[in-house]
């Protein structure tokens, strides 16, 4: 297992493309995935861990034989607590080490390539902007946004509604209602375009983008790029109730 030991980053902008990659991997697994990876994770088997690729892939595999590792190793186990726990929250549990794994990942080549206080608070910054591994899985990353973009948006509609009692105080009546009527209409445009641009797609993580195609599940109501979920407009037309990936293949565990 080389675990990508074969590509090494040197600097900020590829040690985060690593990271990146690695991420977009694990949460595929995790999410539309899930049900081969639920499969590989067989508790008869030996230790396992799940590994994430620079490529965007993913895999579940013995840990690299080599003492020490030429990169830093992900748990070990996971496999082992698969059937003694809910699947959300075995998910969960594997989502909260994956997020430790890649970090490590990332600060390792860090650390080897000599990266300075400054290099590293921005590696950092870079990696912190993005929701982790256990955000998307458990959809927090969304409900954060949301209560972000709600936020503002009160804290907007009271500032305006302050400057247009100054404007009414000053006897401008019929303009300040207009002004009214037309700031009120663009803050609902604004919260609109805030609320979807904050968007995450449940499956790579990314956030919304107005040219891309998206389809939300109406069971977990979590959005997802078309491209992710394997879905064209003209096939979501036809599609009465959409399940996601994760969904559709929830059933009963033992």
Not at 68 to 75: C, D, K
Not at 186 to 199: I, N
Request: glycine share 8%; charged share 30%.
């Amino acid at each position: 297992m080389d675990g990508g030991g074969q590509y090494n980053p040197r600097t900020v902008e590829e040690v985060f493309r690593d990271f990146k990659g690695r991420r977009a991997g694990m949460i595929k697994a995790l999410t539309t995935d899930v049900e081969e990876f639920y499969q590989q994770c067989d508790p008869e088997k030996e230790n396992l861990c799940l590994y994430g690729f620079p490529s965007e892939q993913w895999e579940v595999n013995l840990p690299a034989e080599e003492v020490p590792p030429e990169l830093p190793e992900p748990a070990l186990g996971i496999n082992f607590a698969r059937d003694g726990m809910q699947e959300k929250d075995w998910l969960s549990l594997v989502a909260v080490h994956s997020d430790a794994w890649l970090l490590a990942v990332a600060f390792y080549f860090g650390a080897r390539f000599g990266f300075d206080k400054a290099d590293r608070k921005r590696l950092f910054n870079m990696i912190n902007d993005l929701p982790t591994i256990f955000e998307v899985v458990t959809g927090t990353a969304k409900k954060q946004t949301k209560e972000k973009s709600s936020v503002s948006n009160h804290s907007s509609t009271k500032s305006k509604s302050n400057s247009k009692k100054g404007s009414d105080s000053q006897g401008k009546t019929s303009k300040g209602m207009q002004q009214k009527d037309e700031e009120e209409e663009e803050g609902m445009e604004e919260e609109d375009e805030e609320e979807h641009g904050e968007t995450l797609c449940g499956a790579c993580g990314e956030n919304y983008a107005s040219d891309e195609f998206w389809i939300c599940c109406d069971i977990c109501e979590k959005w997802f790029h078309g491209k992710c979920v394997k879905i064209t407009p003209a096939r979501a037309e036809h599609i009465k109730q959409y399940k996601c990936p994760s969904c559709s293949n929830k059933r009963a565990r033992p």
